[in-house]
Nanobody, 114 residues
Framework: QVQLVESGGGSVQAGGSLRLSCAASSTIFRANDMAWFRQASGNQRELVARITSGGTTYYADSVKGRFTISRDNNKNTVFLQMNSLKPEDTAVYYC????????WGQGTQVTVSS
């Protein structure tokens, strides 16, 4: 089973930036589409961004133009660069395979204050 470890979260003011990282424990990562999800308090988990094994990217409308997903297959790591952060981006952020999820990691908290 692949283990996922997210990091890079924190507290920032609106307009600030953060870069999240997610390290996978297996090279099987390289053959899979990966995604970032987020879950705000009291809400369901939602898809934020997706990157295919070949590097094509897709974004939720709410983050398009502000967030950038990327991956480094040599390091089994996927990144999420978040710019122009808004208070509504506050959530716990998780990475996982786009479908047929592996065991979820602990996530990383992102808090954006106005």
């Amino acid at each position: 089973q692949v283990q996922l470890v997210e990091s890079g979260g924190g507290s920032v003011q609106a307009g600030g930036s953060l870069r999240l990282s997610c390290a996978a424990s297996s090279t099987i990562f390289r053959a899979n589409d990966m995604a970032w999800f987020r879950q705000a308090s009291g809400n369901q988990r939602e898809l934020v961004a997706r990157i295919t094994s070949g590097g094509t990217t897709y974004y939720a409308d709410s983050v398009k133009g502000r967030f950038t997903i990327s991956r480094d297959n040599n390091k089994n790591t996927v990144f999420l660069q978040m710019n122009s952060l808004k208070p509504e981006d506050t959530a716990v952020y998780y990475c996982n395979r786009y479908t047929y999820y592996w065991v979820w990691g602990q996530g990383t908290q992102v808090t954006v204050s106005s």
